[in-house]
Nanobody, 125 residues
Framework: QVQLVESGGGLVQAGGSLRLSCAAS????????MGWFRQAPGKEREFVAA????????YYADSVKGRFTISMDSAKNTGYLQMNNLKPEDTAVYYC??????????????????WGQGTQVTVSS
């Protein structure tokens, strides 16, 4: 089992920044992928970003490219999502997720067996 604990959400004005953290514990593997997804009210959960444990391979949704940065501290088994130039449409509950397989889709939520509890990000206009 892998436990994921997120932190860092909050309320910010448009154009502002937030950094989310996701600490993994339990049976983490030497290699894994950490993903970030978000779910806005009335919408389906969508992929935001993903990274290998080393941080050497990163993936982003088109909607956040150039504004969000995913990074990893492999020694701490902690991932971060730096969100800059936030927009009201970024308002959502953000979830981190963990998977051991490097070969399944990084952008599909069904690929991730472990999920955090979610943290609310609200961007006011």
């Amino acid at each position: 089992q892998v436990q994921l604990v997120e932190s860092g959400g909050g309320l910010v004005q448009a154009g502002g920044s937030l950094r989310l953290s996701c600490a993994a514990s339990g049976r983490t593997f030497s290699s894994y992928v950490m993903g970030w997804f978000r779910q806005a009210p009335g919408k389906e959960r969508e992929f935001v970003a993903a990274s290998s444990r080393s941080g050497g391979n990163t993936y982003y949704a088109d909607s956040v490219k150039g504004r969000f940065t995913i990074s990893m501290d492999s020694a701490k088994n902690t991932g971060y999502l730096q969100m800059n130039n936030l927009k009201p449409e970024d308002t959502a509950v953000y979830y981190c997720a963990h998977k051991a397989s490097l070969y399944s889709s990084h952008t599909t939520e069904a690929s991730y067996p472990y999920w955090g509890q979610g943290t609310q990000v609200t961007v006011s206009s």
